[in-house]
């Protein structure tokens, strides 16, 4: 087994892997510690798969090294496997095998004593017990999903590699299977990679986020969060009067007032707990006939979505100066179009993201009891 | 080794679940049923000499150069096109393993299709007096026949993950590898004899040369190492096929 006393489970130096012309991922350096659950976060084709293969030993990167349990994935790459497991994005299977056929052939793969033990012991972990004699070609997405997990943790390795491994299931098994890799990540490395950000929000630990192939952030959660200067407070009173908002404005700590119909002011302050109680203090000594007192937390989603958006416009901005300085030299305007075209998926990208992580909050909100 | 076996029960559980190797089974039973029948038909008929079991093993090695690709096609293609190759290639296991472990499972349907045919042997030795010397060696060339086909097989089938390209790739490189005896032949007739040595390279290039020794009773130490070698560059190259694809 892979030596417990490693400061890093995982690590990327400078991985870049170029497909011909295309870049896929440039310079990806991260680490991660063990019992750490970190996200890959990032929009599709931003290259999260591509790192994670890297990762896996499945292809060399074009330059760059990656370590897993302290063994190269390239130059130890056998000993490196030994130590992970791997549930890739489209959860390739065989189709004319039973669940337990399949996985008692993992499992004599991993060298793993007990073979049929150990098949119980997972199929029980991804609760696929009552299928375990199904042909895998006649399972469920969803369950196919759990049969890539088992067969990713079969060995109880140190390190796990999840390529969305939510994408495609229903809302509870969604629900079950975010608590199985909360489960997991207390004796596991993990690394699991997504475009829903309300699933980073609730099992990760820390969030590393791609964008165009190069890592954009990779802080802790509260720190994304938190980074973010301005916060914001609802305030709903039945009797505020003309002199309330000058009165909020004087609060040490407030930022700016804003004054709603009905009584309702959104304050910008600056996150502090001091001035939340002030706040209160204020309105209640002048009896302005408090309703509702609400701090607004800032998502990550926002954040992350204005990250997003400074990318592409970052990116469209590179295309319009390439496109102007080109056309002086020849009028045509196809590179004008290119930015065009660049604008236009810069747009696409943001409800996308958007819409996904909003359905998938409302799933986390009420489970439904759907059985498959 | 281990792991080579563990690679090639699965591949052999997934032989035996699809229907191709059951239509190569009754289409090889067919074809060498039917010379069979003719065979022991003349003699009793018109007289002459009784039938060998190198006629039957003649006719299964002959249409096992059509047949045996459709078989071996999907070894590699298959986990290529479905993407449990990214499964595999990030198992703990070599790229020689996956490779070996294929070939073998190709190799075993082989041989137990070729069991079948003991059924003639069995009648020949019954109601006949044939020499069992030659029915040994025959058998031996049909199966080292059989490990250099299955070799090409699981290199073509690396090569695509389309099972058709790698079926027809393989046919292709088979029948190169039987009519190059005919070239052989051609070269002997119409070049001077300073030059005749391009002869014998294509000669000695032809899986029908090599196997004739065999069915005729001979066993030299050139034929064995041919379909040794046949069989071992192919699954050298297999592997290096399977491994460049990392790269891609």
């Known amino acids: 087994m892979a030596d417990q006393n490693l400061d890093f489970m995982i690590e990327a130096e400078q991985l870049t892997k170029v497909y011909g012309s295309f870049t896929a991922i440039k310079d990806i350096t991260f680490r991660c510690r063990p019992g750490e659950i970190v996200g890959f976060l990032g929009p599709n084709g931003a290259g999260k798969t591509t ?14 090294t990656a370590y897993i349990g302290g063994h190269d994935t390239i130059s130890d790459s056998i000993a490196a496997r030994q130590h992970l497991g791997y549930l890739p994005e489209t959860v390739p299977l065989y189709p004319e095998m039973t669940v337990e056929g399949f996985l008692a052939y993992v499992a004599r793969i991993r060298r793993l004593e007990g073979v049929w033990e150990r098949v119980d012991d997972v199929l029980e972990a991804v609760d696929l017990l009552d299928r375990a004699e199904s042909y895998i070609g006649a399972l469920s997405k969803g369950m196919r999903q759990r049969v890539g997990l088992a067969q990713a943790l079969i060995h109880n390795p140190a390190v796990l590699i999840l390529d969305e491994p939510t994408i495609g299931l229903d809302p509870r098994q969604v629900v079950e299977l975010r608590a199985l890799i909360k489960e997991l990540g207390q004796s596991h490395t993990i690394l699991l990679s997504t475009h829903i950000l309300s699933e980073v929000e609730q099992i990760c630990d820390r969030v590393i986020t791609v964008i165009d192939g190069r890592i954009w952030a990779d802080m802790p959660l509260a720190d994304i969060i938190a980074g973010e200067g301005e916060h914001f407070l609802s305030l709903h009173l039945a009797g505020a009067d003309n002199t309330t908002t000058a009165q909020l404005e004087t609060i040490p700590g407030v930022l700016g007032v804003q004054e709603g119909e009905n009584g309702r002011y959104t304050l910008s302050f600056t996150g502090r707990d001091e001035t939340r109680t002030t706040v209160a203090e204020t309105v209640v000594n002048q009896a302005w006939g408090l309703l509702e007192l609400t701090v607004d937390k800032v998502s990550l989603e926002s954040v992350f979505l204005s990250k997003l958006k400074e990318a592409e416009e970052a990116r469209v901005d590179i295309y ?46 009420s489970p439904s009891d759907t059985k498959e | 080794m281990r792991n080579i076996w563990i690679i090639a029960r699965r591949e052999l559980g997934a032989i035996f679940v699809g229907p191709i190797a059951y239509v190569f089974s009754i289409g090889m039973l067919l074809f060498t049923g039917l010379i069979f029948a003719v065979q022991i038909s003349v ?18 090695t002959f249409v096992s150069l059509f047949a045996l690709p459709a078989v071996t096609m999907r070894l590699v293609s298959e986990e290529q096109q479905s993407g449990t190759i990214e499964l595999l290639m990030t198992y703990p296991l070599r790229d020689n393993e996956v490779v070996i472990g294929k070939w073998l499972a190709g190799f075993i349907f082989y041989a137990f299709v070729t069991a079948f045919t003991l059924i003639y042997a069995l009648i020949l030795v019954r109601f006949g007096n044939p020499d069992l ?37 393989a046919v292709m490189i088979n029948l190169l590898f039987y009519l190059s005896f005919l070239v052989s032949n051609f070269l002997a007739t119409g070049l001077p004899p300073a030059l005749s040595g391009i002869g014998t390279v294509f000669e000695e290039l032809s899986l029908q040369t090599h196997l004739t020794n065999f069915l005729n ?20 190259a297999a592997a290096r096929v399977l491994e460049s694809k990392r790269w891609r």
């Open chain 1, 51 to 64: 790192t994670m293969r890297i990762l896996t030993g499945y292809m060399p990167p074009t330059s760059g």
């Open chain 1, 320 to 365: 319009l100066q390439a496109a102007e300085e080109e056309s002086e030299f020849d009028e045509s305007p196809a590179a004008e179009k290119t930015a065009e075209q660049e604008l236009e998926t810069a747009e696409q990208h943001l409800p996308d993201t958007a819409e996904e992580a909003g359905e998938s909050s409302t799933v986390h909100d």
């Open chain 2, 43 to 60: 003699p009793v008929i018109q007289g002459g000499p009784a039938p060998t079991i190198s006629g039957i093993l003649g006719t299964f």
């Open chain 2, 133 to 169: 010397g030659p029915m040994v060696s025959a058998y031996v060339g049909t199966l080292l026949w059989g490990a250099a086909l299955v070799g090409i097989g699981v290199l073509t089938s690396a090569m695509t993950e389309n099972q058709i390209v790698a079926f027809i790739v």
């Open chain 2, 217 to 236: 009773g001979l066993v030299t130490a050139t034929d064995l190492l041919y379909f040794f070698i046949v069989a071992a560059v192919s699954l050298f």
